[in-house]
């Protein structure tokens, strides 16, 4: 059943969650759809992905900067967004900090899942600062995003054990697991209205 609640992916990479939450969106387990992929990165798989499910998907050129987008590309992708009337902007692997604009165009509205259990690890590469810091365990978390890097309130969190013979690639493919059930399940509750934020506390209810 197709539902009203739009959602965008915003990633810059191969794009399996964005294919999980797709995928639970089209299975029905998710009240919602994805009506717009976007990504910073012209050969990004995400966009692939998308197109194989007839999912709009547009390549936006990031302009100058390496780690945020300048200010032609943040209006770009903030009117693509307003032009695909959505709900809901979920980042899935995008590599750049978003500013004050973009932020501001969708106050509480923009979510992020990150590899490793918040506030542990911001940043790049979580899975590998995790195994050199010699931690256990380890997982993913769905946050709001904020101003800050990986730092809005969390959602959601599912832990991951480190084993001692991981290397980064085995460790990221385990939290990647974790990461597939959980977006969508994250989605899902969003869109049925059954998330409140109460300062940094996040509460779900019925
Ligand atoms: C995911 O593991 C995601 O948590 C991470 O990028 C990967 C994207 O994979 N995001 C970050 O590190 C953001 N700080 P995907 O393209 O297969 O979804």
């Given at each position: 059943m197709a539902s009203d609640f739009r959602i965008a992916v915003l990633g810059s990479g191969k794009g399996s969650n964005f294919v999980s939450v797709a995928d639970a969106c089209a299975a029905g387990?998710?009240?919602?759809?994805?009506g717009l992929v976007l990504s910073?990165?012209?050969?990004?798989?995400i966009l692939d992905r998308a197109r194989e499910r007839n999912i709009p998907a547009r390549f936006i050129a990031p302009g100058q900067f390496r780690t945020k987008l300048d200010p032609q590309a943040e209006e770009a992708f903030i009117e693509a967004l307003r032009g695909a009337r959505v709900d809901l902007v979920a980042l899935a692997g995008f590599m750049r900090v978003l500013k004050g604009d973009f932020l501001r165009a969708f106050e509480g509205r923009i979510v992020n899942i990150h590899?490793?259990?918040?506030?542990?690890?911001?940043?790049?590469e979580a899975w590998k600062q995790a195994l050199n810091h010699g931690v256990k365990l380890t997982g993913c978390t769905v946050h709001f995003v904020d101003a800050g890097v990986d730092s809005g309130p969390i959602i959601a969190q599912q832990s991951v054990p480190v084993l001692d013979n991981d290397t980064p690639e085995t460790l990221h493919q385990r939290i990647q697991t974790a990461e597939h059930e959980l977006y969508p399940k994250c989605v899902a509750a969003i869109a049925r209205g059954q998330i409140a934020v109460n300062g940094r506390r996040v509460i779900w209810g019925n």
């Open positions: 387990k998710s009240p919602a759809q994805v910073d990165v012209a050969t990004a798989g590899p490793s259990l918040l506030p542990s690890f911001p940043g790049l």
